[in-house]
């Protein structure tokens, strides 16, 4: 694997395997992965990096999925005001034709994936 294409996805993972936004399987997904590109020849990060991309086809939230989310359990998680906030943040970005979250997670995963043609 080339070495820029290494510390991209070493650094998106970085933040998938840290960040809040992350299920614990997505968390457990980028370590295992980490601990594969450590020293790992081409052909076992190769498959490392295919399975983890694998892993996260179809995880990122969509606009609409947070939307709804504002709309119910963000009411009672963070109170009607910072709901409204998350909706109406998440309404203006779908006007702009924008599909995923913009939480560091999902972006991170939206950048993976589009750099392998996923998306």
């Known amino acids: 694997m080339e070495k820029e294409l290494l510390e991209f996805v070493a650094e998106r993972a970085e933040v998938l395997s840290v960040s809040g936004a992350s299920k614990q399987e997505t968390k457990e997904a980028a ?4 601990s594969v590109a450590e020293g790992a020849d081409d052909e076992a990060l190769e498959a490392a990096t295919a399975e ?3 892993f996260l086809e179809g995880r990122p939230n969509t606009v609409d999925g947070v939307i709804a989310f504002a709309q119910g359990p963000a ?3 963070f109170g009607k005001e910072a709901a409204d906030q998350i909706l109406a943040q998440q309404l ?9 979250c913009d939480c560091d997670a999902c972006t991170a995963a939206v950048e993976l994936l589009s750099k392998f043609g996923r998306i």
């Open 31 to 34: 370590l295992a992965w980490k």
């Open 52 to 54: 983890f991309i694998d």
């Open 75 to 77: 009411v009672e998680m």
């Open 92 to 100: 203006e970005r779908k006007e702009r034709g924008e599909k995923y």
